[in-house]
């Protein structure tokens, strides 16, 4: 008998202490959620599809490069995180069919490309006060390691020339569209 209630006891403790536990990681991350998922969602967009061409010219060893091709943005509906609540998502991609602007495979595991600008930009759907610059004449690189983590960063101009031996000569980008967002204040 005093066995059967000593482990009925130590399960009840059990219990709480998985209850506490959950309690302290897992519920403010559920009201969190709930909260967000209450609020009411972004207007939609009236215009939720256009294409951007554009035209960057770059010069690697000493050889001219021109790469034209089409910014492809639309809208993707609504998402939600803790950090802005709910709010419009956009996907890009280009009409090549390519990832990337490519600039240069330096090996299987790094790329320089250059980045032309998000859907977000492109689409007339910045916060107000924001404001967007190219990043050129950088580039980015992007970099995947022996354990399977990724970076993505900047490359400066002046490291994209001496270490690369890349330039960007121009980049010739079709302005963002001025959208409308009905119901929101302007």
């Not at 709930?34 to 061409?53: A, D, R, T, V």
């Not at 709010?87 to 980045?115: P, T």
């Not at 569209?177 to 009905?182: A, M, R, S």
């Amino acid at each position: 008998m005093k066995k059967n209630t000593f482990s009925v006891v130590v399960i009840i403790m059990l219990i709480a202490i998985v209850v506490i536990i959950a309690s302290i990681t897992v519920l403010p991350w559920v009201m969190i959620g709930l909260g967000i998922s209450l609020l009411p969602n972004p207007p939609k967009p009236e215009i939720i599809y256009s294409e951007f061409p554009f035209r960057l010219v770059y010069e690697i060893n000493g050889e001219k490069k021109v790469i034209e091709d089409t910014l492809i943005c639309k809208y993707d509906g609504v998402g939600m995180d803790e950090g802005r609540g709910k709010y419009r998502e956009w996907k890009e991609h280009l009409a090549s069919g390519n990832q990337k602007i490519l600039l240069l495979k330096v090996d299987d595991k790094k790329e320089i490309y250059y980045y032309p600008g998000s859907a977000q930009y492109y689409m007339g759907d910045m916060n107000e006060g924001v404001t967007y610059t190219h990043s050129f004449p950088n580039a980015r690189y992007f970099e995947k390691y022996a354990d399977g983590s990724i970076r993505d960063g900047i490359i400066r101009a002046d490291e994209l020339f001496n270490k690369y031996h890349i330039k960007l000569l121009s980049w010739d980008y079709t302005q963002p569209i001025k959208n409308n967002f009905p119901g929101t204040k302007k």
